[in-house]
């Protein structure tokens, strides 16, 4: 079975630095996708970014980028020029692209803001 | 507007009492699911559809129930709710992850809490 670990429950950064949030996963499957998602206080789950697992550039959207490493099973996602309103709990999450499609997701780390 | 709309957001009922959560997609997505959060446990899938009349059981789908008898529609039921029950809710749907980009769109949360 496919699994998703977040090392880290809690992280906080200042304001305007850089944070790095660890992902990995254990899979024998070799085309799937990745996925952070942001959940604010307000309860949404929101995307942040994707991988296809078949890609070996990283993601990237906006201040929000990841270090895909597929032979290591690694997806971290680096956030610069950090902001208050990233402040929130940020999930990694797996899916297979074919057979059981459901999103497996890890335990969470919770992000905190510094000003 | 494209959006996974759940109903109630917020719901206390007591042990034994049948309710349903009603979940709506307006995307014509395939393939729709039930998640439910706990603290410290990220989100784990209860049930999910890949089509009308297609449902399988997810990780956790002991005393829960589904029907997918219209596209746009899966409600979730819970037929005896127990306070182990107490949590939170996504309703989320999608493209079958071959087709589309893998996303898995989310419903805002249903807090439901079992006396």
């Known amino acids: 079975a496919q699994t998703v670990t977040q090392s880290q429950p809690e992280m906080s950064v200042q304001e305007a630095e850089t944070v790095t949030l660890s992902c990995t996963y254990d899979?024998?499957?070799?085309?799937?996708?990745l996925f952070w998602y942001k959940q604010p206080p307000s309860r949404q789950m929101i995307l942040v970014i994707r991988?296809?697992?078949?890609?070996?550039q990283n993601a990237t959207e906006n201040r929000f980028s990841v270090n895909f490493q597929k032979a290591a099973k690694s997806f971290s996602l680096k956030i610069s020029d950090s902001q208050l309103g990233d402040a929130a709990m940020y999930f990694c999450?797996?899916?297979?692209?074919?057979?059981?499609?459901?999103?497996?997701f890890g335990t969470g780390t919770r992000l905190t803001i510094i000003p | 507007e494209a959006q996974v709309t759940q109903n109630p957001r917020y719901l206390i009922t007591v042990t034994g009492k049948k309710l349903t959560v009603t979940c709506s997609q307006n995307?014509?997505?395939?393939?729709m699911s039930w998640y439910r959060q706990d603290p410290g446990l990220g989100l784990r899938q209860i049930y999910y559809?890949?089509?009308?009349?297609?449902?399988d059981k997810g990780d956790v789908p002991e005393g829960y129930k589904v029907s997918r008898k219209e596209k746009r529609n899966f409600p979730l039921i819970l037929e005896s709710p127990s306070p182990n029950q107490t949590s939170l809710y996504f309703c989320?749907?999608?493209?079958?992850?071959?087709?589309?980009?893998?996303?898995?769109?989310f419903g805002e949360g249903s807090r439901l809490t079992v006396l």
């Open positions: 559809s890949m089509n009308v009349e297609v449902t």
């Open positions: 995307m014509n997505h395939e393939y």
């Open positions: 999450a797996y899916r297979l692209v074919f057979g059981n499609e459901k999103l497996t």
């Open positions: 989320a749907s999608s493209l079958t992850a071959s087709r589309g980009t893998g996303e898995l769109f």
């Open positions: 991988q296809e697992a078949y890609k070996q």
């Open positions: 899979t024998s499957e070799s085309d799937y996708y």
